[in-house]
């Protein structure tokens, strides 16, 4: 693997930009990157396909449609379906051959962005049965599954300018089945002592599925999320542009109650208006969004 792949966008199959969200480790801000990344790219005019891997749903949730909230009446999560529950086909179904539902293509479970005055961009929802992903997708044929499926509908005519995938939190056959649809992976890892093994070992995944793949897998950007201004965070941000700055951008997201609070009530960054200034995250995922147009060599576009 040269630098030069890894510093640049590479163009997967479909032709389509496609980026998974990646790290094994749990909680470092995957989900909030691609739902942030997916509305920036919107609100700069191109059309997003976002991709909600995870068993977890958490991008489906925090886009206000999976379960409403008991707890607040005033949700605005409780005016929306809950696409989880579903007894119709759903993303299972497209990645494994299910007796049920036979070809499932993932035209039919897009979420269009057109159906509710929230989205910023179309979602492939996560469901329930998606765990059980792990234990029926465990062949090889099963690791092409999302690439084949989404060529399938790009043929068919959907013309998406960016396609974002959430991955779930570890190295299992659907985190291969993004890493080999995209061929492009933007970390987000947060900047403490941990994270280092963690991405050693997803480093090696990577050489490891280019490997047995034959293909090319970019690092398209780093999010160092909620990164402080102190000497831990300091020390393994120098860490992170040690290993990632001459290939990738990085990015440094500080804490910020803006971006819990919009997930909580199922809202982009950019959708969602908090009590206090959001200008930070907006800023930050445009100019991620801004870094991946120039990975791909695409302009910004009227919205
Ligand atoms: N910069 C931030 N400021 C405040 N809250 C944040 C920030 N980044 C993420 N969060 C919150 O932290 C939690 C974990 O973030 P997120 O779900 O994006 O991580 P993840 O890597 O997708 O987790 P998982 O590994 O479980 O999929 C969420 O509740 C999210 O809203
Ligand atoms: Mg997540």
Not at 40 to 61: C, E, F, W, Y
Not at 118 to 141: E, Q, T, Y
Not at 244 to 250: E, N, R, Y
Not at 287 to 294: D, G, N
């Amino acid at each position: 693997m040269t630098q030069t792949a890894r510093g640049w966008g590479v163009t997967p199959s479909t032709g389509i930009p496609t980026i998974a969200f990646g790290n094994q480790k749990g909680g470092t801000g995957k989900t909030t990157a691609t739902i942030n990344s997916a509305a920036a790219l919107a609100t700069r005019g191109h059309d997003v396909l976002a991709i909600d891997l995870d068993p977890q749903a958490d991008m489906t949730k925090g886009l206000g449609l999976g379960p409403g909230d008991d707890s607040d009446p005033s949700s605005p999560k409780n005016d929306l379906p809950n696409a989880l529950v579903t007894d119709d086909a759903n993303l299972l179904d497209v990645l494994v051959d299910n007796p049920r539902t036979h070809d499932t293509a993932l035209a039919e479970i897009v979420i269009e962005a057109d159906e509710y005055d929230h989205l910023n961009f179309d979602l492939i929802p996560s469901h329930k049965d998606m765990g059980l992903a792990r234990d029926w997708m465990d062949d090889a044929k099963a690791r092409l599954s999302l690439k084949l499926a989404l060529e399938e509908m790009i043929a068919d005519g959907y013309e998406y300018e960016y396609i974002l995938i959430d991955c779930p939190p570890d190295l299992s056959v659907l985190t291969d089945a993004a890493f080999i649809a995209a061929q492009n992976v933007f970390l987000a890892a947060q900047t403490q002592a941990t994270s280092r093994d963690a991405l050693d070992d997803l480093w090696d995944q990577l050489e490891s599925i280019e490997d047995s793949q034959q293909i090319e897998i970019a690092i398209v950007g780093l999010l160092a999320n909620m990164y402080r201004e102190d000497g831990q965070s300091r020390k393994f941000l120098s860490a992170f542009d040690e290993s990632f700055a001459s290939m990738a951008p990085i990015f440094k997201l500080p804490m910020r109650v803006a971006i819990q609070r919009a997930w909580d009530n199922g809202r982009d960054i950019f959708e969602w208006e908090d009590p206090n200034d959001q200008q930070v995250e907006r800023d930050l995922f445009d100019e991620v969004a801004s870094t991946m147009e120039r990975a791909f060599d695409k302009a910004q576009v009227e919205a």
